[in-house]
């Protein structure tokens, strides 16, 4: 490693190994998101991802690359779903009902007197 090139290349190395590593897990992600796939299925896949990983990926990726997408972006949805649903629950909250919440979570522990007095002024507010 004395050279500038060998520092070089040992950076292009691990972007690469980087690289591969987060289309591996995107693919296993996607094998186990995938609902219309037969556990069988799935298990040849992760098989012949540990056996051939390079080659593996290359084809799941030629092979099932549209359906992958498709799945993400339907994950994305349901999450933002999920998300704005939770955002209109919380908003419509009156503040005593904020207030009631912030009482069960004391009750529970899970926060203490301080941290329940500052939610309470900033319900009231």
């Keep these: 490693m004395d050279s500038f090139w060998d520092w070089f290349w040992l950076l292009v190395w691990w972007f690469l190994f980087f690289a591969y590593l ?9 094998l186990f998101r995938d609902r219309a796939l037969s556990g069988w299925w799935k298990a040849v896949w992760v098989v012949f991802l540990i056996v051939f990983p390079f080659l593996t990926a290359l084809v799941y ?3 099932r690359g549209n359906g992958m997408a498709e799945r993400q972006l339907q994950a994305v949805q349901r999450a933002k ?9 919380v908003a419509t909250k009156s503040p ?5 919440d912030a009482k069960a979570l004391l009750d529970q522990g899970v926060i203490s007197q301080e941290e329940f007095d500052t939610l309470k002024a900033k319900a009231l507010a």
């Design 96 to 100: 005593a009902e904020h207030i009631a």
């Design 81 to 89: 779903v999920e998300t704005d649903s939770y955002i209109r629950e």
């Design 22 to 30: 987060i289309v591996l897990f995107q693919i296993i992600g996607d």
């Design 61 to 63: 990726l030629i092979a």
